[in-house]
């Protein structure tokens, strides 16, 4: 079984900064594609970035310079560090991978975390 934890979501202030962290736990060989996908209330749920196994970053226009997504491929983790917060940043964030290849051979085409909420307010 393969898992993905998120933490670091709270209440900021507008202009404030938070750091999302996302590590996958499990026996797992590689994953491709990792990212941070944001639902607003009442709203779809949309991409906020992306990056590949080889580092290639991919934002939404609406985080561009103000959101960076990184990753630790040893430790199967990502991270969005997010500045210059605005109250419409405000939704539940969920990590995201593309396919996860278990040690024993079995493959995810994809998973998702349980989310976690991030509030910009004063």
């Known amino acids: 079984q393969v898992h993905l934890v998120e933490s670091g979501g709270g209440l900021v202030q507008p202009g404030g900064s938070l750091t999302l962290s996302c590590a996958a736990s499990?026996?797992?060989?590689?994953?491709?594609?990792m990212g941070w996908y944001r639902q607003a209330p009442g709203k779809q749920r949309e991409l906020v970035a992306t990056i590949a196994a080889g580092g290639h970053t991919n934002y939404a226009d609406s985080v561009k310079g103000r959101f960076t997504i990184s990753r630790d491929n040893p430790k199967n983790t990502i991270y969005l560090q997010m500045n210059s917060l605005k109250p419409n940043d405000t939704a539940v964030y969920y990590c995201?991978?593309?396919?996860?290849?278990?040690?024993?051979?079995?493959?995810?085409?994809?998973?998702w975390g349980q989310g976690t909420l991030v509030t910009v307010s004063s």
């Open positions: 995201n991978t593309g396919a996860v290849l278990e040690l024993n051979g079995f493959r995810h085409l994809e998973l």
């Open positions: 499990g026996s797992i060989f590689s994953i491709d594609d």
